[in-house]
């Protein structure tokens, strides 16, 4: 299954997948999906994702996801990602201490490819990813949106005498 999964014989992948363990482990912890992939062989890549868990490590720690992002260089297309999911998590580190694909979409400004994650990914945690990622890549943007949004919820408050001394004042220039 392994080395079908690595030549370009979709026909042969299918013959033997009724009759093979997909998610089997080679001495390095790849599965034929991972091996596929690694290949850019994407036809038996969609058929191996229907029937792999997903969620199997190699031995250097990475899930299917992960070893996608490894092999394209975190160049990772809609068509590539599509056929892992819903069964990946965009939030897990493609290996231990590295980021997350999310943060790798989003460092690469690879924003399709986040849209795309953002339905596997709750809301406050899809907010902390971009606060996080852009306090570290868009330091000033963020201290922006900070500031609008303290002022915002200043404005909301009913400090009638603040509200009054404030619009008395021009603003200051920065």
Do not use: Y
């Amino acid at each position: 299954m392994m080395w079908a999964a690595k030549a370009s014989n979709p026909s042969m992948l299918l013959a033997l997948l009724p009759a093979s363990d997909p998610n089997a482990q080679n001495d390095e912890g790849q599965t034929a999906l991972m091996i596929a992939i690694r290949s850019k062989n994407n036809v038996a890549v969609k058929n191996l994702a229907f029937c792999s868990d997903l969620s199997i490590t190699d031995n250097r720690g990475s899930e299917a996801l992960g070893v996608l992002f490894e092999t394209e260089k975190n160049h990772v297309s809609i068509k590539q990602a599509r056929p892992l999911f819903p069964g990946s998590d965009p939030m897990r580190p493609c290996r231990e201490g590295e980021p997350t694909p999310c943060e790798r979409a989003l460092m690469k400004g690879n924003w399709e490819l986040l849209e795309f994650f953002l339905p596997f990914i709750d809301e406050k945690t899809a907010e902390a990813l971009v606060v996080a990622v852009g306090e570290k890549h868009f330091p000033i943007f963020v201290s922006r949106k900070e500031a609008s949004a303290m002022r915002a919820e200043m404005d909301s408050m009913d400090i009638s005498g603040a509200k009054a001394l404030a619009a008395s004042r021009p603003a200051k220039r920065l």
